[in-house]
Every structure is written in structure tokens, then in C-alpha cells.
């Protein structure tokens, strides 16, 4: 299995704080993404980076950002959680876009 | 936007029986296709992949599927089901949209269902 964790795996939080869920490999690979996973609506990309510092956008990111500071290091931030937002996260890693990608076991988040 | 569309939001097959799980994708230009399967409270794997060549592929657990550019499909097909094949399986498409990157979009997914 790719290196890949997830940190935490379940989290409970209140309406209005801010979140931060983390992405740890070990693979080295460039491609790091973060994923949301719904009911109806399959995987929808939030934020992806292709190094250290660089990012872009993906379909779903309005109230999300996200920081890479670290090759093995990719941050998921609510600045300000909504009921929204409540979803299982998935975080990716992939050598090349356009390669296979590599799942970690996910962040259940619940905002109450 | 490109789109992955898998028509089939449950199937249900009894064991033993054939499988085909469906994906259409919105783009003229070839693609990068991928089937991933998850099981309950996992992320996902990878099945098989299309990236050109030939275009029936093969995958682990005895998946296999077609490449139709005239169809802008990529169907997954297994010959015998088992049990222990019931989980979540989703098509992916990697292709670069006009002027832009390699975006990965994946469909909505297809639960599978198997009766013994």
C-alpha cells in the first residue's frame, strides 16, 4: 500500500471553527490532492498541488484552502466549518497527473 | 466542463452471474480512463487503467474493460461476480481541458449489490 495518512480520521466540530485536516506520505510523489466524498455526488476535487508552495483550485473549493509547505505535507483548511462541509475527506497522491492515484483511508468530518 | 457520467447508481447481481458497470465521459480527445472499487470505510483502489495501446485492458480481481472512442465509453466488465466484489466502483477521467491542465474528474459512482 502507498504511504499515505490521514490525520485525524473522525472529528467532530461546531459551526464557525476552523479545521485543519492533514495529508502525510512517504511516496515522494509531486501530485497531492484532496478529495470530498457525498452521498449522489461521487469525488469531487477541492484543492490540488503539483510541488512544494504550488496549488491550484479544484471544482468544490469555495471555503477551503490549503497550504504545502512540505513534499509529504498537503493541509486542508476550513477557516470557518459549516454543516456544509460535513463530508469524508480523501486525500491522493499521484507521481504524474495523469496517473494512477493513490487513496488514503479518509477523514470523516461532522460539523454540528 | 468534462463530465464522467455512470448511469447506474446501484446494481444488483447474483453471484456467480456477469457484471458490465458503465462510464461515459464528455471529451472528444483521448483520455486517461481508470476504474477505482472501494470497499466500505476504505479510500479507493485502483482496478485497471487506459492509457493507449489496446483497447480492452486488464485488471486485478478479474476486472476487464473496453475502450470505445466511437462511444466515448469505458465499461467495466467481470465474467463472474463474486461476493466479496460488492463495494463502491468508480470511473475516473484525467484529460486536458482546451488551454488549460490535467484536471482528474471522477463520476458518481455505481454501488454494486451481489445475492448469493
Known amino acids: 500500500d502507498a504511504g499515505i495518512t490521514q490525520s485525524p480520521r473522525h472529528k467532530v466540530t461546531e459551526t464557525g471553527t476552523p479545521v485543519t485536516l492533514r495529508c502525510h506520505q512517504t511516496?515522494?510523489?509531486?501530485?497531492m490532492y484532496w478529495y470530498r466524498q457525498d452521498p449522489g455526488h461521487g469525488l469531487r476535487l477541492i484543492h490540488y498541488?503539483?510541488?512544494?508552495?504550488?496549488?491550484d483550485k479544484g471544482e468544490v473549493s469555495d471555503g477551503y484552502s490549503v497550504s504545502r509547505s512540505k513534499t509529504e505535507d498537503f493541509l486542508l483548511t476550513l477557516e470557518s466549518a459549516t454543516s456544509s462541509q460535513t463530508s469524508v475527506y480523501f486525500c491522493a497522491i499521484s507521481e504524474l497527473l495523469n496517473t494512477e492515484a493513490f487513496f488514503g483511508q479518509g477523514t470523516r468530518l461532522t460539523v454540528v | 466542463a468534462q463530465s464522467v457520467t455512470q448511469p447506474d447508481i446501484h446494481i444488483t447481481v447474483s453471484e456467480g452471474a456477469s457484471l458490465e458497470l458503465r462510464c461515459n465521459y464528455s471529451?472528444?480527445?483521448?483520455?486517461?480512463l481508470f476504474w477505482y472499487v472501494q470497499s466500505p470505510g476504505q479510500g479507493l483502489q485502483l482496478l485497471l487503467k487506459y492509457f493507449s495501446g489496446d483497447t480492452l485492458v486488464q485488471g486485478i480481481k478479474g476486472f476487464e474493460a473496453e475502450f470505445k472512442r466511437s462511444q466515448s465509453s469505458f465499461n467495466l466488465r467481470k465474467p463472474s461476480v463474486h461476493w466479496s466484489d460488492a463495494a463502491e466502483y468508480f470511473c475516473?477521467?484525467?484529460?486536458?481541458?482546451?488551454?488549460?491542465?490535467?484536471?482528474?474528474?471522477f463520476g458518481r459512482g455505481t454501488s454494486l449489490i451481489v445475492h448469493p
Open positions: 498541488s503539483y510541488g512544494v508552495k504550488d496549488t
Open positions: 475516473a477521467v484525467v484529460q486536458r481541458p482546451s488551454g488549460g491542465s490535467y484536471i482528474p474528474t
Open positions: 471529451y472528444g480527445a483521448t483520455p486517461y
Open positions: 511516496e515522494n510523489h509531486r501530485y
